[in-house]
């Protein structure tokens, strides 16, 4: 090895009287080891730290340990279970981990799929099945696994052995439409509900959830809704993972909550896709410089047993210290490397070590394993981590990826792509795992299962059994709640006379009532990143309290007021401080604890409506594969209804990001009753009907007289996204249709006056509660028409609406003009789109819908400009109006300015 690689070149002993002294310390060190207890010894070395601190002697700061096993082998706890039974189930299981994806790869269609996570992976979830995790069963909801998206073949060779899979299953892995089903690539609930809880495969996601999952668990304790247990979210990710954001974005949560119910499992084999994690440093050492500095326990599993001896006699350090300068890159090339190279390169180094190395041979050292591949040494780590109290735990395995597939990618940079095994290899691979396949077969790579009576099987199976049942699993654990009380959702009916009102104070007002309801009360989740008091909503701080599980230590200084910071252990309340994607995964956790804990909590996440589908939407996109339940609520909504904020604020993008999201139904409501009803019918599916849905929908804190819910509107069509608000006051030649969504209602509303007054057209005012609800019921009906020909047609909404509608159409939103576009071709006539296309501005709200071209003149202006078009009226009518009502014709576009 280079000089260059060394990380740390200062010698031991630079002088025998400095040696001496070592020694001395070492053994006093030694002696008060022997004799006193951990505490004492750690008390010891602090008072001897502060001295030296005080004398001017810094330490470098550092939460790094050397580069050993935390857990010495003193400590190790006996193994339960049988390891030589346990192994040739482990040696099963990666077996037909490898030939599903060799044989998907067989296939004409080429779907792919991953060996070398699994492969790197095996021990941690085979030592975790076999000893630790419980599935749920009867009362107790069990632990929640998190699995490693890359490593699903293990977790279906697994169920194949259990019988809960065929052979079939596992011929269609990544074949999900043929026949008999097909296996999903990765973990999702949404393609398979029976078995997967947690998509993890959008790297980072995995992390944040299950931080914000364990936090959800002790809400539910804290405020009586599940009794207190001893579960645990457990998280297996990539070193490579780590690197996202998400990932280590909220370890300080989890430490500041005391999340002892918290355990993460990052399996750390040096190699993410393209090549080393760190290749020139360590990231088990920066990991755990991280973790513990965010007030983790941390735990580390790098040497499997047969360093043990090499570090017993390790009594200079000098082993420890050989470990930890080799940087990532060069122990991924020891780990393939063979013993001649290690010895000469590895203790090479120092005389001292090569000596410590005489007695082996050089097979032996190329054989020595990494801890994560060592039964004992996870066990043991297991066994540490759920006895731990008062913070989480993160068990930091070195492993070896493609671990088993030799010279078919065990520990290279391809690794992780490699899918094809050649003959050779395939019976290579079969041989060291000792699996019971004759030469003649092996190139097909058959899937192996032994019978059910065999030692493996049922021990395999006696081992679930214990531990209360099979995992991965998911199940609908909660019952159909009944329908609220119809009285929660009529308040606004008739309106709110001349009081002005905006539709955030109209749901803040909804989500008051339902929080006090006898029968729903206590379900309700409110979840809020720092925005309380911009909508409104810190009203409910002092009747419901915000959750703290350390309740309130100090008395907050606005105590004396109405809406005071209130913290409480059972507070209802989950304020999560400046961080949407902290808050979406809570809104996760709740949302998908009627699965998870049989609990239907009904989560209603308000924040500011550009930092969620826009800034969170792949957590948003998640909580759909999760099934997850509950409203979104985008507050401060509509590109030119929030004034003076400007271009980073003013939301006019969500509604259509909601659209590709299958299951999220979006409303852009103007009017409270609207919301009542469309929240009313929320619940009614979520929890009543129990579909697989959740919402999205946006307020705004525009302040006008909420109107009576009027006689042309219909329940059916508000939640159908479409219906009549006000027909034109008197009929005329001319006449228009005129749409309005969201505060844009108002626009439409006021466009209705000026046309009819100044250029007598007849207008009729339709409300547009949800584009998206109109386009997916269109392409509905169309792809049935289609499907069916000869058979009579079916009318999409829009067409029922306004099928027999006269005039022009003009349809404006206080969002890009997509949205009516893509419910365009179901109108009877071309409608205008207007909309707020372009970079939003700081002004007022007058002045942003000039700027956007959505006010009531530029509503009339296309009005009249489709009439004229239409030969109803000559063009230099339009032209008349244009200067009549002050348009600039010269004005920039807003889609580019
Ligand atoms: C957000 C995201 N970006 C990229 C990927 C593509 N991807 C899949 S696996 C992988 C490498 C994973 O490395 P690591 O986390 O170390 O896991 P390992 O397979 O090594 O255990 C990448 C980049 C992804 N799944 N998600
Ligand atoms: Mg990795």
Redesign the pocket.
């Known amino acids: 090895m280079s000089n260059s690689t060394r990380v740390d070149q200062t010698p031991i002993s630079p002088n025998g009287e400095v040696e001496l002294e070592l020694r001395e310390w070492l053994d006093s060190l030694d002696y008060v080891l022997a004799n006193r207890s951990p505490d004492q010894v750690r008390e010891l070395l602090y008072q001897l730290h502060s001295r030296a601190e005080a004398a001017g002697v810094s330490l470098p700061i550092t939460a790094k340990t050397p580069y050993i096993n935390t857990i010495p082998r003193s400590q190790q706890p006996p193994y339960p279970g049988s390891r030589e039974v346990e192994r040739r189930i482990k040696s099963l299981i990666r077996w037909n981990a490898m030939a599903m994806v060799v044989r998907a790869n067989s296939d004409p269609a080429s779907p792919g799929g991953?060996i070398?996570?699994f492969a790197?992976?095996a021990t941690l979830y085979e030592v975790g099945l076999n000893h630790f995790f419980r599935a749920p069963n009867g009362d107790s909801s069990g632990d929640l696994v998190f699995i490693?998206?890359?490593?699903a073949p293990g977790m279906y060779a697994r169920a194949f052995l259990e019988g809960r899979l065929t052979e079939r299953h596992l011929d269609n892995y990544r074949r999900e439409t043929r026949e008999g089903g097909g296996l999903s690539s990765y973990p999702h609930p949404w393609l398979m509900p029976d078995f997967w809880q947690f998509p993890t495969?959008?790297?980072?996601?995995g992390p944040i959830i299950s931080i914000y999952q364990a936090r959800f668990n002790r809400y539910l304790q804290d405020r009586g809704l599940r009794p207190a247990d001893d579960a645990k979210v457990w998280g297996f990710?990539?070193?490579?993972?780590?690197d996202?954001p998400e990932s280590l974005g909220a370890l300080t949560l989890a430490s500041r909550e005391q999340l002892d119910n918290l355990i993460w499992v990052v399996?750390c084999?040096l190699?993410?896709?393209d090549g080393p994690?760190r290749g020139n440093s360590k990231i088990i050492q920066e990991l755990e410089g991280a973790f513990r500095g965010a007030g983790w326990n941390v735990i580390k599993v790098i040497w499997g047993d047969d360093w043990d001896s090499l570090l017993e006699s390790d009594d200079e350090g000098l082993l420890a210290r050989r470990m930890g300068e080799v940087v990532d890159g060069e122990m991924q090339k020891f780990s393939v490397s063979d013993g001649a190279h290690i010895r000469e390169q590895f203790f090479g180094k120092d005389p001292r070590l090569l000596k410590m190395v005489e007695h082996l041979t050089d097979e032996q050292l190329a054989k020595m394993r990494r801890g994560g591949h060592d039964p004992d040494k996870v066990h043991a780590a297991y066994a540490a981590a759920v006895k731990h109290e008062g913070t989480p735990t993160v068990i930091l395995a070195h492993t070896i990826?493609g671990y088993g597939l030799g010279e078919a990618g065990e520990g290279m940079n391809v690794s992780?792509q490699q899918k094809k095994l050649n003959e050779d290899e395939l019976r290579e691979f079969r041989t060291r795992f000792g699996i019971p396949i004759d030469d003649d077969d092996v190139a097909r790579a058959p899937f192996y299962k032994p019978a059910d009576d065999s030692e493996e099987i049922r021990y395999l199976k006696e081992r679930r059994a214990a531990l209360g049942g099979s995992l991965p699993q998911r199940s609908v654990r909660a019952r159909p709640l009944p329908m609220p009380s119809e009285e929660l959702f009529t308040e606004f009916r008739d309106g709110t006379g001349n009081r002005d009102m905006a539709t955030t104070m109209a749901f803040a007002r909804v989500l008051t009532k339902l929080m006090r309801d006898k029968d729903i009360g206590a379900l309700i989740v409110p979840i809020i990143p720092d925005e309380a008091r911009t909508f409104g909503l810190d009203a409910l701080f002092r009747p419901f309290g915000i959750y703290a599980h350390a309740g309130q230590k100090y008395e907050p200084v606005d105590r004396s007021t109405l809406s005071y910071y209130n913290e409480s252990i059972d507070g209802q309340i989950l304020e999560e401080g400046i961080n949407e994607a902290g808050a979406m995964s809570s809104f996760i956790s709740a949302g998908t604890a009627y699965a998870s804990h049989g609990v239907n909590t009904i989560p209603f996440f308000v924040y500011y409506s550009m930092f969620g589908l826009q800034r969170i939407g792949?957590l948003i996109w998640l909580a759909g594969d999760i099934r997850c339940k509950g409203f979104l609520v985008g507050g401060t909504a509509g590109r030119t209804t929030l004034a003076g904020e400007g271009l980073q604020h003013n939301d006019g993008n969500s509604h259509l990001l909601a659209y590709p999201v299958p299951n999220l139904v979006a409303y852009d409501p103007a009017f409270a009753y609207e919301i009542e009803i469309i929240i009313r019918d929320g619940i009614r599916r979520m929890y009543v009907e129990q579909e697989d849905v959740f919402y999205y929908l946006t307020v705004e804190n525009d302040s006008y007289p909420m109107p009576a819910m009027p006689e042309s509107a219909t329940e059916e069509g508000i939640l159908k996204g479409m219906y009549p608000f006000r027909p034109a006051h008197r009929s005329r030649k001319l006449k228009a249709q005129l749409f309005g969504s969201g505060a844009i209602m108002n626009m439409a509303l006021e466009a209705q006056v000026l046309l009819e007054e100044k250029y007598s057209v007849a207008a009729d005012v339709w409300s547009i509660t949800s584009f998206k609800e109109l386009h997916n019921d269109g392409l509905a009906a169309d792809r049935w028409n289609r499907l069916h020909p000869g058979q009579p047609r079916r009318s999409p909404w829009v067409t029922e609406c306004v099928g027999d509608a006269k005039g022009v159409f003009v349809i404006a939103s206080d969002y890009v003009k997509a949205l009516p576009e893509s419910i365009a071709r179901w109108f009877p006539r071309m409608p205008v789109s207007l909309g707020t296309d372009g970079f939003g501005r700081s002004e007022g709200r007058e002045a942003l819908r000039d700027h956007f071209e959505v006010d009531a003149r530029w509503i009339a202006i296309a009005t009249l400009s489709a009439l004229a078009d239409d030969g109803q009226i000559g063009h230099e009518a339009v032209a008349e109006a244009i200067g009549e009502l002050g348009i600039d014709p010269k004005k920039t576009n807003p889609l580019t300015a």
Do not use: C, I, P, Y
Not at 201 to 205: D, E, H
């Open positions: 991953h070398s996570t790197s992976s490693q998206g890359h490593a495969v959008s790297m980072g996601l990710f990539g070193d490579g993972e780590m996202e399996n084999n190699q993410r896709l994690v990826k992780h792949d």
